[in-house]
């Protein structure tokens, strides 16, 4: 399989699902939570775009200089935190300093040679010795974005109760798996052995997709039951497309051969995980509408109820009106 083919494929796909991501999410959401959750996914999806220009346009200093832009959503990330667990004083200050130093990050990584200072010709282009003199430095000072979140998600689950405690164990779970990747790939590994996995700096790339897709349909999930659909969808056809096109790069008879019995397994997993979770958001839809019925029900009873006393009150008044001498 020709790696440096099949990549810029993934990336791109990546690319495309988180912004779909940030259209439901600034589409259906409609509050606060999901404009600042917006901007995750938004500048995930630039980071995602960012490394498939490394792998597949000419320009590769360019476009690896433009995945430090990943620091913006870093900030990003964390500003949401901020707002979804309520830790909003001093919101204005929190959101200029992180943003802040990511841009000066950015500015930086873009600009000067002190992040990355050259570019290999060779796959995968970007390695140990194509470091600027700050590489480190500025892993390091992304490394709290990735962590801090998790003191406040925590103290806010144990806090929380009904449907934002709900949310919360969505966000965990989506955060947990792309800090994971993020802090292996893009910290732990590039520090501790430093001239090994510079080939792998794209990874958490697929992570954050993980994660993004748990907070999308946490964010937007009260209001469009089918969303959970859709993200099974596309989740199966990413994967599907990226074994098919193992396939085709994959050298070898028995190579394509066990390539080619992984994808036709996997289309027959894919259609059974879609169509279990078409069944579960068809329970989800009539449970809805039931509760929708049974709230009209009620209202009409209700309604009922009070005209029939406003009907024994009249009466109730008029006999004792005939009464009186």
């Known amino acids: 399989m020709d790696l440096a083919n099949i990549r810029p494929i993934a990336l791109f796909l990546t690319a495309f699902l988180q912004l779909v991501f940030t259209i439901l999410i600034w589409s259906k959401g409609k509050n606060k939570d999901a404009f600042y959750l917006g901007w995750v996914a938004l500048f995930s999806a630039i980071n995602a775009f960012t490394w498939g220009g490394v792998f597949f346009f000419d320009n590769k200093l360019f476009w690896a200089k433009t995945t430090w832009l990943v620091a913006l959503g870093a900030s990003a990330n964390m500003i949401f935190i901020y707002y979804f667990t309520g830790k909003t004083k001093f919101f204005k200050l929190k959101l200029f300093f992180w943003y802040g130093l990511s841009a000066i990050i950015a500015i930086v990584a873009l600009t000067t040679p002190y992040i990355i200072d050259k570019i290999s010709a060779q796959y995968p282009f970007i390695y140990s010795g194509t470091a600027g003199s700050y590489n480190n430095l500025a892993r390091y000072a992304i490394l709290p974005l990735l962590i801090i979140p998790f003191y406040y998600m925590i103290g806010f689950y144990r806090e929380s109760t009904g449907a934002k405690r709900l949310q919360m164990k969505y966000f965990i779970a989506g955060m947990s798996i792309y800090a994971f990747g993020a802090l292996l790939f893009n910290g732990i590994l590039p520090l501790l052995y430093y001239g090994k ?25 009260r209001k469009l039951f089918a969303i959970k659909v859709i993200l099974t969808e596309l989740f199966v056809a990413l994967i599907g497309l990226i074994l098919l096109a193992q396939i085709f790069f994959t050298q070898g008879a028995q190579a394509r051969a066990i390539g080619s019995t992984i994808f036709l397994l996997y289309v027959i997993i894919g259609y059974l995980l879609i169509r279990s979770t078409n069944q579960e958001v068809a329970k989800e839809e009539r449970a809805e509408m039931l509760a929708k019925k049974l709230e009209e029900l009620n209202q009409n009873l209700e309604k009922k109820v009070n005209e029939k006393t406003r009907e024994q009150q009249i009466k109730v008044k008029e006999l004792s009106q005939s009464k009186k001498p």
């Open 197 to 221: 996995f510079f080939s792998y700096l794209d990874v958490p790339v697929y992570f954050s997709l993980v994660w993004l897709g748990l907070a999308t349909y946490a964010i937007v999930k």
